[in-house]
């Protein structure tokens, strides 16, 4: 059986696409990846977090990413974001290197 040139590109399209798909990050809380909560730019605000929670207070910061990929702390009353809350505590996390980065040079520290 012969295949045509569009047919063969849209079998490799249907063979590949799952693959990109698949690399995008998963979001899992607030419009973050687990990498950006994870990120040292959003301790503050789980600190802050943990401290409105102990002491009982009416609003709770919470992490917050915006679909640019900046990371902020907001403060939350209920489901709700308080008006004007929000201050911008990180960017965008950098991709991981493509591969074969692993040939660039390192600079040495001295």
């Given amino acids: 059986m012969k295949m045509g040139f569009t047919a063969g590109i849209s079998i490799l399209t ?3 696409w799952p693959a ?3 690399a995008k990050p998963k979001k899992v809380s607030n419009g973050c990846t687990a990498a950006q909560i ?3 730019a ?3 605000c789980i600190n802050q977090m943990e401290q409105d929670v102990i002491n009982n207070r009416p609003t709770i910061h919470a992490v917050y990413c915006s679909s640019t990929g900046k990371i902020l702390c907001c403060e939350y009353a209920g489901n709700t ?3 004007h809350s ?3 505590v990180g960017r965008k ?3 991981t290197p493509p591969v074969g980065a692993g040939n660039l040079p390192t600079l040495k520290v001295e």
């Fill in 81 to 83: 974001i308080v008006d």
């Fill in 38 to 40: 994870q990120s040292p």
């Fill in 14 to 16: 249907i063979m590949i």
């Fill in 93 to 95: 996390l950098p991709r």
């Fill in 86 to 88: 929000c201050t911008v």
């Fill in 20 to 22: 990109v798909a698949a």
């Fill in 42 to 44: 959003a301790s503050d």
